[in-house]
C-alpha cells in the first residue's frame, strides 16, 4: 500500500513558476514509478510527466516539455514537479500517483495509488 500527499499549488500568474511536491508513504514507494496527471473542469484526467523508481528515466507529455521538470529525492520520499513558463491552459488540479511498476509509465490505468490533489490557478 501506497500513501501520497500532494503540497504546492496556488494561484501564479502567467509565465511564472511553482514547484509540487509527493510526499509517498508505504514501503514499496521508493521502488516504484510515480507520475503527476492533471484534470481541469469538465475535461478527463491528463497525463503530465512520469519518472521511474531510481529518477533515471523520465517521459513528459509533449505539452509540457522543456517547460515542467519532474526529479525525485529517496532520502526524503518525495517526487516533486517543476513547472515554469505557466500558461492559463496548465490550470487544473493537479494528482500525484504511485504505479505499480518500476519503469515509468504514462497510462492511467497504470496508477493503482492517488493523492489528493492540489489546485493550480494561473491568472492570464
Known amino acids: 500500500q501506497v500513501q501520497l500527499v500532494e503540497s504546492g499549488g496556488g494561484l501564479v500568474q502567467g509565465g511564472g513558476s511553482l514547484r509540487l511536491s509527493c510526499l509517498g508513504s508505504?514501503?514499496?514507494?521508493?521502488?516504484?514509478?510515480v507520475g503527476w496527471f492533471r484534470q481541469a473542469p469538465g475535461k478527463e484526467r491528463d497525463f503530465v510527466a512520469a519518472i521511474n523508481w531510481s529518477g533515471a528515466s523520465t517521459v513528459y507529455a509533449e505539452s509540457v516539455k522543456g517547460r515542467f521538470s519532474i526529479s525525485r529525492d529517496a532520502a526524503k520520499n518525495t517526487v516533486y514537479l517543476q513547472m515554469n513558463s505557466l500558461k492559463p491552459d496548465d490550470m487544473a488540479v493537479y494528482y500525484c500517483a504511485a504505479s505499480a511498476y518500476p519503469s515509468v509509465q504514462s497510462r492511467l490505468g497504470d496508477y493503482p495509488y492517488w493523492g489528493q490533489g492540489t489546485q493550480v490557478t494561473v491568472s492570464s
Open positions: 508505504g514501503r514499496t514507494f521508493s521502488t516504484v514509478s
